[in-house]
């Protein structure tokens, strides 16, 4: 066997998978606009029927003729045909492997199998059997709503029709991997796999909905606004020009994956004609119990913290959490600060980033006669120390504890954080700033700068704090306009599902 060769063949092989797997939408197409006389059944499946099994040697080059039959509907090649026999001898492709090279192969894109017709082969290909009506619905479904052929691959080769078909021919069986975001959780997938095809009309690309399923998984984006801002706000949506009646029953088959109710229907609709606004509307399905569930079966939490818990306690990362369970590594200091460039009552650097937007937020306030002065931003472990010590001498050990953070826990120590005042300072660090129209404008606004309020009022027992309408901290836009999409009391420790309260670790 030539090395260059099979090297070669090995990259084009992997140069196939990776193209179909980021461009599912040219390898399938919908149902129905399939035409009629193009049924798999007529071609590659039904030429591999049951009688040309017996043809088959149980070994190697049996499994690999099968495989030619089966899903490319041809005798072998015979440099393809050696190759693939090399390749599962010597363990360098598993039979699951095999099934991937094949189906995922451009010869079979070419031939452009809908839907239903190429699950139909899998049957054939993978279990050795015609399809079930059920199995293959739940099969034709994933696919519709967005998730990659692989992922479907992946669920065939782990039954134990295949397990006897590789025992049979005496190949290894193997697994398949799956990489893509929309593989990663179904439910969530389905979702935004509604939002194409019952929102906007059409089947999902694979760009597009692994990119919301990475902002979802990374909970850069809430459902309730990929729903809205992503796509019910979008031109493409909006050109459609739906009646009330027909958006609410996309609300119904997005948001909540079913059909309408006629009373219900009826109410949103009389809702609408005595002029509910469309956001409204969607709010009141986005806010529903029922599509919570739904939201929260899928695993949506639990997929979001595995992913980003790393960062939580990664210095590097704008995520970076300290509160009174999350200790920050001894004496650390951000190596990246600088001092925004905005008026302030002393010099207080913060990382970098922060301090971009720290300095747009501030001049965004300004444009609207709203004046905002720097405070206090970074603070080291050795001066909270001094600070601390100072409150405890003061009002004990107790009472400092509610406002104050011990050496090595304070946010202020990230240089994420940043206290802000207004320009008389005559509420600085006071609950009456909330009154100021410094403090309501940073309390409404501050998101679309990428910060948060830190301590919201009734939120001590989460936080550890008491209630500081100063305290502002930056997590970047995309996370600060999540969390505030589940209201304005939302807190990180509630959002990222991070450890806090008022206790010490
Ligand atoms: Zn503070």
Same mark, same amino acid.
């Given at each position: ?137 739940? #099969? =034709?479904?994933? /696919?519709?709503? $967005?998730? &990659?052929?692989?992922? *479907?691959?992946?669920? %065939?080769?782990? !039954?134990? +029709? @295949? ?104 109410? #949103? =609709?009389?809702? /609408?004609?005595? $002029?509910? &606004?469309?956001?409204? *509307?969607?709010?009141? %399905?986005?806010? !529903?119990? +029922? @599509? ?214």
């Amino acid at each position: 066997m030539n090395k260059n060769r099979l090297m070669k063949r090995m990259t084009a092989l992997f140069c196939a998978i990776a193209l179909t797997g980021t461009g599912m939408h040219t390898v399938i197409r919908a149902d129905e606009e399939k035409p009629q006389e193009e049924t798999v059944t007529e071609t590659a499946a039904e030429e591999a029927g049951e009688e040309n099994e017996l043809l088959y040697a149980d070994d190697v080059n049996g499994f690999v003729t099968r495989l030619y039959e089966v899903c490319l509907g041809r005798k072998p090649d015979k440099t393809g045909y050696m190759d693939w026999i090399n390749w599962l001898k010597s363990g360098k492709v598993s039979a699951a492997g095999a099934v991937q090279g094949f189906m995922l192969s451009n010869e079979m894109k070419a031939k452009n199998y809908s839907i239903s017709d190429w699950v139909e082969i899998c049957y054939k290909a993978i279990m050795d059997r015609k399809s079930d009506a059920p199995g293959k619905k739940t #099969w =034709v479904d994933c /696919l519709t709503n $967005g998730v &990659s052929q692989n992922f *479907v691959l992946k669920g %065939f080769v782990g !039954s134990s +029709e @295949f397990a006897g078909l590789c025992a049979k021919y005496g190949v290894v069986k193997g697994d398949i991997t799956l990489t893509e975001r929309r593989d990663q959780n179904y439910g969530l997938t389905s979702f935004v796999g509604r939002l194409y095809n019952k929102g906007l009309g059409r089947t999902p690309d694979a760009n597009g909905i692994n990119n919301w399923c990475d902002l979802l998984i990374l909970k850069k984006r809430t459902p309730k606004q990929v729903a809205t801002s992503g796509f019910f706000h979008s031109q493409e949506f909006l050109k459609k020009n739906l009646n009330n009646t027909e958006f609410v029953k996309v609300m119904y088959r997005t948001f909540l994956g079913r059909e309408y109710d006629v009373p219900g229907l009826n109410d #949103w =609709v009389s809702s /609408l004609n005595s $002029g509910t &606004s469309r956001d409204s *509307v969607m709010a009141g %399905f986005a806010d !529903s119990k +029922e @599509f919570q569930k739904i939201i929260s079966d899928s695993g949506w939490e639990a997929v979001s913290n595995k992913e980003l818990a790393p960062l939580f306690n990664n210095v590097n990362s704008i995520l970076l959490v300290a509160n009174k369970q999350h200790k920050l590594p001894n004496n650390y200091e951000p190596s990246d600060m600088r001092q925004p460039n905005v008026s302030a009552r002393m010099s207080t650097p913060m990382r970098d980033e922060a301090a971009t937007a720290l300095e747009q937020m501030f001049a965004a306030a300004r444009a609207e006669g709203v004046y905002l002065v720097a405070g206090s931003g970074f603070r080291s472990q050795s001066y909270q120390a001094t600070l601390y010590n100072n409150y405890v001498a003061r009002s004990g050990k107790a009472a400092a504890d509610t406002y104050s953070a011990r050496p090595g826990y304070s946010e202020h120590q990230t240089g994420l954080a940043m206290d802000i005042s207004d320009r008389s300072g005559a509420t600085y660090l006071s609950q009456s700033f909330e009154n100021t129209s410094e403090g309501k404008w940073l309390k409404n606004n501050a998101w679309k700068y990428g910060f948060i309020m830190r301590y919201p009022k009734t939120k001590q027992s989460v936080t550890g704090y008491m209630y500081e309408p100063w305290h502002f901290r930056y997590v970047g836009k995309d996370y600060a306009a999540a969390i505030w999409s589940c209201g304005p009391e939302t807190t990180f420790e509630e959002y990222f599902n991070v450890a806090g309260g008022e206790s010490y670790n």
